[in-house]
């Protein structure tokens, strides 16, 4: 079954324990201040995704994101497809494993990226803690 549209009320602000499954989310600002939040086998295309949020997951997804991504405590994709998308993962903690490269990844918190390419990684001295800091991998 395939929803055509998630309308903005489900990805609103503030939302919590919110599952998504075969999906198409068309979306400014999706899944802000957000907790426990699922999305499975769906296209999400929006800014921001997800900024300032806790326990976001997507599972082999379509993800289209101007600076997306970000502020995220604890941010799982697995399978993905990461398209367009730029500056993601700032200031996140991240567990990454997506099968296209990525555009640009800036200043990630913790954790670890497994991906074919990222085409720019952006690490600010300043804002990045070098005791603490992500994993990136690539596999070809």
């Excluded at 324990?17 to 939040?37: P, R, T």
């Excluded at 697995?78 to 991240?94: H, M, P, Q, R």
């Excluded at 918190?109 to 005791?131: F, R």
């Amino acid at each position: 079954m395939y929803n055509p549209l998630i309308s903005s009320v489900v990805t609103s602000d503030g939302a919590k324990n919110i599952i998504i499954k075969n999906s198409k989310l068309l979306s400014k600002d999706a899944f802000w201040n957000c907790e426990d939040v699922t999305v499975y086998d769906s296209t999400i295309i929006g800014e921001y995704l997800g900024w300032n949020s806790k326990n976001l997951r997507f599972v082999n997804c379509y993800i289209e994101s101007e600076q997306g991504m970000c502020h995220i405590e604890y941010l799982v994709i697995d399978g993905a497809k990461i398209i367009n998308s730029d500056l993601v993962f700032e200031y996140s903690t991240v567990d990454i494993n997506v099968t296209s490269a990525i555009s640009n990844v800036k200043n990630t918190y913790l954790g670890s990226i497994t991906v074919s390419e990222i085409k720019e990684l952006i690490l600010e001295q300043s804002q990045v803690n070098p005791i603490k800091k992500c994993k990136c991998t690539t596999i070809r």
